[in-house]
């Protein structure tokens, strides 16, 4: 049997790294065989280099609507795919916030027409009610905000927790549940305590590891009363961004059947680190310790999902004092390429980047993605490992202009592909805005 176009390399499959080859429709953009010996109509026949599924980003912020001067969908997208990123999910803290069915369809008719790559959005909450239940019936995934931080998308007390999770079983809601975890109420105690402490130390101390953990105990403690109270919840739920040793031993402890997300920055910087406002973000860079214990959980494969929380400002913006400065860094470009590098010297293991970042992602989503595999998107990068290089923000794709890994090793992907059609070619884009489609949920029209 021909097929229209077969892909030959060092392949990650089911079967480990190796040489062989798939196959896939560029009609359908499915994968329709894996195997040594198919033949194509049109064969790609990358050598040595390593082809894996593309990236799945379930955390990025394009600033779409509201303020495209900092990201718009198309440059966030385009961003993503030089990265190796074919599908992303953006949060509701843009201008308006998806926190209404007529606000989130506005957008999602909006993005349709500027997206590289394969996109989904999230809802928004900051109360129970009629107009939760609207969303709810309609989006795929939820995020919602414990603690105050960019764009006011909180809910207004951590005790209505029981109320939305009855509006969600209510509505049918079988999605992804995300929260960004820290409690307003220990912020504010510490940020009276540390007003005028300076730096990035400073804003760690204002929104303390206990902050994290104090959430993430409110959350549990929710969660445990709902199943009690109504059987096994529908739907699932993540924990965005951790960035502490303490609530990293709580997740991957029994007591815990959620999931957790971990972004390079929580990684690879520390509130040590001469960024000056360019590393504030929320949650905070914490103390060394923090970050070495992250990244010592991802190298041991102890981390469920790899995302960005790509959230962009202008250099101007980043150039203030920490104190004065909007939170938020630009990764979904850089994400992969940081983890890529590892993979190219040896301290982490293929496979476990790519659960990381491609097939948990899919199967929290419920993508038809994440593998290559018979029947699943023929969404795919291509790596030379050989080929370490430094982030060069001069030479990045978002609007944000600066990184705040600049220097570190990298490994940005060859080519790209969505779907089976090329959005990235020896380097270069070569797709176009509007190709990305909407992700949808596996059995949902």
Known sequence: MRHPVVVQGRILTS????????????????????????????VEDHGGLVVVPGAIDIHVHFRDPGHPHKEDFASGTLSAAYGGVTTVF?????????????????????????????????????????????????????KVYLGESTGCVTLEEIGMLPEVFADLREAGFRGLFAVHAEDR?????????????????????????????????????ALVADEAAHGARPFRVHI?????????????????????????????????????????????????????????????????????????????????????????LPGVETMVPLMMARVARGTLPLATLVAAASTRPAGLMGLNKGRIAPGLDADYAVYDLGAVERVDAARLHSKAGWSPFRGMEAVFPRHVVLRGQAVVTDGVAVGRPGLGQEAVAKGVA
Not at 18 to 34: L, M, S, W, Y
Not at 193 to 205: I, S, V
Not at 270 to 294: C, E, F, I, K, Q
């Open 185 to 221: 109420h220990t912020m504010a105690a510490a940020a009276l305590r540390h007003h005028d402490t300076p730096g990035l130390p400073g804003h760690d101390a204002r929104r303390p590891v206990e902050a994290e953990t104090a959430a993430f105990d409110a959350l549990h403690e």
């Open 90 to 142: 953006d949060m509701p803290n843009t201008d308006p916030a998806t926190t209404s069915l007529e606000a989130y369809e506005a957008k999602r008719r909006d993005v349709a027409t500027k997206a590289h790559v394969d996109w989904g959005l999230y809802g928004g909450i900051t109360a129970p009610g009629e107009r939760l239940r609207r969303l709810a019936a309609v989006v795929p995934s939820f």
């Open 240 to 328: 965005a961004h951790t960035s502490t040793a303490d609530l990293l031993q709580r997740l991957t402890g029994e007591a815990s059947d959620v999931t957790f997300g971990v972004t390079p920055h929580h990684m690879f910087l520390d509130h040590s680190l001469p960024l000056g406002a360019r590393g504030r973000v929320n949650p905070p860079l914490r103390a060394p310790r923090h970050a070495d214990a992250l990244l010592d959980a991802f190298l041991s494969d102890r981390v469920p999902v790899l995302e960005s929380d790509h959230a962009p400002h202008t250099v101007a913006e980043k150039e203030k004092e920490v104190l004065d400065a909007p939170s938020g």
């Open 15 to 42: 079967a480990g790294l190796r040489q062989t080859r798939f196959a896939h429709d560029p009609e359908t953009g499915r994968i329709t065989a894996v195997g040594d010996h198919l033949v194509g109509d049109t």
